[in-house]
């Protein structure tokens, strides 16, 4: 019984809502990797896609379109979006990205928008980075430690 609760002790379980979308993320702190992407998305095409959308939306001032948004989704979707990637096999080299639309949105955008790392105003019809992941993080970690003086823990 006690290996289990040291087991449970090194991860740690962040759930984050957003509307009604349900987004947990597993790590061990022990090994957190450079990359926060790395925690965030599974595979390594889906940080390659991640980081695009990221430094697209960096280049157009931190703020695109619903269009502009379709647009990137499109290109991606055709193969025909052109990149200098960063990660290790394929560093420096330019290359055309190809990524499945509707999964770019079930898998990239929505999990971005839940956690707070992209905001999407519906007045004005556009996306825009976002540090509500961040202050999440901080509270979710407030929280944590309300949560041990309220089981009377002392720290």
């Not at 990797?33 to 960096?58: C, G, H, N, W």
């Not at 025909?80 to 949105?105: A, H, I, M, W």
């Amino acid at each position: 019984m006690q290996c289990e609760f040291a087991k449970f002790l090194r991860y740690i379980f962040i759930y984050c809502y957003r509307e009604y979308y349900k987004m947990v993320i597993l790590f061990d702190r022990f090994n957190l990797p450079k990359d926060s992407f790395e925690i965030i998305f599974a595979t390594m095409q889906q940080r390659i896609v991640a980081k695009e959308l990221i430094k697209y939306m960096i280049s157009n001032k931190s703020e695109i379109s619903k269009t502009a948004m379709s647009i990137f989704a499109t290109k991606l979707h055709d193969g025909q979006y052109e990149c200098v990637l960063d990660e290790p096999p394929y560093k420096g080299k330019t290359v055309k990205l190809s990524y499945n639309k509707r999964q770019f949105y079930d898998r990239i955008l929505t999990p971005m928008k839940a956690m707070g790392l992209i905001d999407y105003d519906l007045y004005k019809k556009t996306y825009r980075l976002s540090v509500k992941f961040s202050n999440d993080l901080l509270e979710i970690g407030i929280m944590w430690k309300n949560e041990l003086k309220k089981m009377g823990a002392t720290m």
